[in-house]
């Protein structure tokens, strides 16, 4: 089994900032891929912020240099600087992997509601 386990979540004032952070462990060799999606209510799940297969990094259109994603592919660490926080930031952010075999796993999520 694979576990993946994200901490970090909670309530924050618009322009504040929140780091995300997510465990990964288990029967997992080899960390393909691995990242952030969140979705808020009513709406689909999007991609946050990805470190891909050549280790490099992508984000969302939305986050336009407010987040910064961080991780250690060997330690299955993965973390997600927000900064510059909005209303429209506030969803459910999910910790994702993708392994040698192109089997992805979610973590359960954790809330982040930006709000004054």
């Known amino acids: 089994q694979v576990q993946v386990v994200e901490s970090g979540g909670g309530l924050v004032q618009p322009g504040g900032s929140l780091t995300l952070s997510c465990i990964i462990s288990?029967?997992?060799?080899?960390?393909?891929?691995m990242g952030w999606y969140r979705q808020a209510p009513g709406e689909q799940r999007e991609m946050v912020a990805i470190?891909?297969?050549?280790?490099?990094?992508n984000y969302g259109e939305f986050v336009k240099g407010r987040f910064t994603i961080s991780g250690d592919k060997a330690k299955k660490l993965v973390n997600l600087q927000m900064n510059g926080l909005r209303p429209e930031d506030t969803a459910v952010y999910y910790c994702?992997?993708?392994?040698?075999?192109?089997?992805?796993?979610w973590g359960q999520g954790t809330q982040v509601t930006v709000s004054s």
């Open positions: 470190i891909n297969d050549r280790d490099f990094k």
């Open positions: 994702y992997v993708r392994d040698g075999e192109w089997l992805n796993y």
């Open positions: 288990g029967s997992i060799d080899i960390v393909e891929r």
